[in-house]
C-alpha cells in the first residue's frame, strides 16, 4: 500500500498537498471509536519533511504536560516513519493536543531510545484547532527538517524524489474508549503500532502526473 504526495521548492500551504483518511482499526474491546481522521505529508527542498495531521474529537483528553511523558494515553496523533531505505531504524513522534510530544528512535519496540537522549535539535510542531461542519477537530503539524533527521539517523538527510516508508496513526490508551486507527493496516497486537514491517510506502515526486493523488 501507498500514499503518493509531492515535493515543493518552497511550501505552498496544505490546500496543494494530497490527504489521507485513517481506516484502518484495530484491537476493540468496546463499542467502537472512530474518530474520522486524516493526515498530509509532503517535502520541501532544502528543509525537511512537513506533516499535517487531524481528527474530529470532541474535549480531547491531554492529561500529559512535558516532553516524552505517556502521550499516548491521552487522545494522541502519531507519526513514524523510517525515512531511510537501507536503515532499519525509524522514528516515532506521539503527539496530544497540547502539542506534547513523546520522541524515540530505534529498529524495533524494545528498546528504543529518547531522541533528546542523544540529539540537541527538536521537531516543530503546532498544535491547532478547526470547526467544519458544524464538528471540531483539533490536529497538529510538525516539521522534520532535514538537519534535525540527519542528526537522528548519524547521516546526512535530503528530501528527494523517491520513497520512504511509514505509517499515522491515531489512538487513546487510557481515554474513556481506548482506540487505535492507522493509515496502513496493522497485524498484530503484540507489536502494537511498533510494527515496521507493517509500514506503508510514502511517495515523493515532483511532477503531478507522476503522482496519484489517492490513497491505493
Known sequence: MKYSTFIFDRFPGWDYVPSVELSYWHWE?????RPQTFAKLCGVS???????????????????????????????????????EHRAEYVNFEINSKGVYLSQFGPTREPRTFIKDFCTGEPAITPFQINQDGKSAWGIEVLLSEV????????????????????IYKCGDETPIPHYG??????????????????????????????????V
Open 29 to 33: 474491546d468496546k463499542s467502537p471509536y
Open 148 to 167: 534535525l533527521l540527519s542528526e537522528i539517523f548519524g547521516e546526512a538527510f535530503t528530501v528527494c524524489e523517491g520513497s520512504i516508508r511509514g505509517n
Open 46 to 84: 532544502d528543509e525537511g519533511l512537513r506533516a499535517k495531521l487531524w481528527t474530529f474529537e470532541d474535549n480531547p483528553m491531554a492529561l500529559y504536560k512535558d516532553r516524552d511523558d505517556p502521550v499516548y494515553k491521552d487522545s494522541c496523533l502519531e507519526l513514524f516513519l523510517q525515512p531511510f
Open 182 to 215: 492507522a493509515c496502513f493496516p496493522v497485524t498484530t497486537a503484540l507489536l502494537g503500532f511498533h510494527n515496521p514491517d507493517c509500514f506503508g510506502d510514502i511517495i515523493l515526486c515532483r511532477k503531478v502526473k507522476d503522482c496519484e493523488q489517492k490513497f
